[in-house]
Nanobody, 123 residues
Framework: QVQLVESGGGSVQAGGSLRLSCALS????????MEWFRQTPGKEREGVAV???????RYADSVKDRFTISRDNAENTLYLQMNSLKPDDTAMYYC?????????????????WGQGTQVTVSS
């Protein structure tokens, strides 16, 4: 059974950094496209960054040049390095895995989800 467990969220001031982790069990990270999403109350879940099976990446315009998605194949873990954080980045962050190759940044392309980790950025 595929399971994803996020960690690394917390509270930080604007301009600060956080690194989120997503540990995958029951499968290997290279088998899936893997993505970070975020959601705030009353809003749709938004795709933030995806890493495809071939290692290529894509980002939402709102986080480009500030966030970096990566994976450690040996550790079977997905990461999101978040720099220059803004209050608008405040959200619950979720990792997801799916078989669709080079998917859009949309939740319907992903089959497995973690429970989320909260990121709060204060001004």
């Amino acid at each position: 059974q595929v399971q994803l467990v996020e960690s690394g969220g917390g509270s930080v001031q604007a301009g600060g950094s956080l690194r989120l982790s997503c540990a995958l069990s029951g499968a290997t990270v290279t088998r899936y496209s893997m993505e970070w999403f975020r959601q705030t109350p009353g809003k749709e879940r938004e795709g933030v960054a995806v890493i495809n099976r071939d290692g290529t990446t894509r980002y939402a315009d709102s986080v480009k040049d500030r966030f970096t998605i990566s994976r450690d194949n040996a550790e079977n873990t997905l990461y999101l390095q978040m720099n220059s954080l803004k209050p608008d980045d405040t959200a619950m962050y979720y990792c997801a895995a799916g078989f669709y190759d080079h998917p859009p940044l949309l939740r319907e392309y992903f089959d497995h989800w973690g429970q989320g980790t909260q990121v709060t950025v204060s001004s």
